[in-house]
């Protein structure tokens, strides 16, 4: 079966992909989508060489409205910043993010949390990977933007994958 189906998560989501791509729920899109669903995994299945290890898938629900709520919360901020607080008392910063997180796939979520966050980007993994190099766009207490980091995401991130 896993070589029909190598990452069946994968299948389903081009099948999705496919579909909204295409903008129509009709049987040959559903039938093209579930080809290309099946043949892209089995064709790129030599470059996986293990599937993503989630330990509580159900968490990663949980973990999405988070995100959704802090990226919502972070426009408004972001907004207030751009419209009403002048350039010179902005102090934008680099952030260093020790990390305790271990495997690529929870690093890289977290990555892509921090750059989905406005006023966040993440820039640079350190060449160990137990670091994470952040700009923020304004945070006058860099150790605070850290700390929220590691608080807010990277515990949750932990309590998923590790």
């Known amino acids: ?30 039938v093209f989508g579930t080809i290309a669903g099946l043949l892209i995994p089995i064709a790129t299945a030599a470059y996986w060489p293990h599937a993503p290890r989630i330990v509580r898938p159900f968490r990663l629900v949980f973990y999405f409205f988070v995100v959704v709520w802090e990226i919502l919360k972070a426009n408004m ?49 350190s060449d160990d990977g137990y670091s994470l190099l952040v700009h923020a766009l304004d945070a006058p207490h860099p150790d605070e933007v850290r700390d929220e980091i590691k608080t807010r995401f990277e515990r949750r991130l932990k309590d998923i994958f590790e």
Do not use: Q, Y
Request: aromatic share 6%.
């Open 77 to 125: 901020t972001v907004a207030m910043i751009v419209l009403f607080k002048p350039n010179r008392e902005m102090k934008s910063s680099w952030v260093t993010v020790p990390l305790d997180l271990k495997t690529p796939e929870a690093i890289t979520v977290l990555a892509g949390t921090i750059t989905l966050t406005p006023g966040t980007v993440s820039a640079d993994l």
């Open 1 to 30: 079966m896993s070589r029909i189906l190598p990452h069946p998560f994968l299948t389903l989501l081009l099948i999705v992909v496919w579909c909204l791509l295409i903008n129509s729920l009709s049987l040959g899109t559903v």
